[in-house]
Nanobody
C-alpha cells in the first residue's frame, strides 16, 4: 500500500502565499509523475500542476507565473508554492502520485485533500 499525506492548507488573504507539501510512503518502488489537483464546490477536479520524475513541470494556465511545483525524489515529496493567491484559487487541493509499487504494479494514488481558502 502507498499513502500520500498532505499538509500546508489554510486561510489566506488575496495576494498572499501558501505552501502545500505531500509525502508519499509505503510500498514504493519508484514514483513517476506527481502533481496537485483541486476541486471547488460544484466543479470537477482539475489539474493544477504536475511534475515528471526528472523534474519537468506542467501548469494549468490559470496558475502559470504564480504557482511553482517541485519534488524531492530522495524523500518522495512534492511541494506546491502558491503565490499571489486569488479567491478563485479556493478549493480542496489533492496530491497525486503515479507509483510503481514493490509488486511492480503502476497505480494512481491520492491524498486526503487539504482546504485552501483565499479571502477577498
Amino acid at each position: 500500500q502507498v499513502q500520500l499525506v498532505e499538509s500546508g492548507g489554510g486561510l489566506v488573504q488575496a495576494g498572499g502565499s501558501l505552501r502545500l507539501s505531500c509525502a508519499a510512503s509505503g510500498s514504493i518502488f519508484s514514483i513517476r509523475a506527481m502533481g496537485w489537483y483541486r476541486q471547488a464546490p460544484g466543479n470537477q477536479r482539475e489539474l493544477v500542476a504536475a511534475i515528471t520524475s526528472i523534474g519537468v513541470p506542467n501548469y494549468a494556465d490559470s496558475v502559470k507565473g504564480r504557482f511553482t511545483i517541485s519534488r524531492d525524489n530522495t524523500k518522495n515529496t512534492v511541494t506546491l508554492q502558491m503565490n499571489s493567491l486569488k479567491p478563485e484559487d479556493t478549493a480542496v487541493y489533492y496530491c497525486n502520485a503515479v507509483v510503481r509499487t514493490t509488486d511492480y504494479i503502476v497505480k494512481d494514488y491520492w491524498g486526503q485533500g487539504t482546504q485552501v481558502t483565499v479571502s477577498s
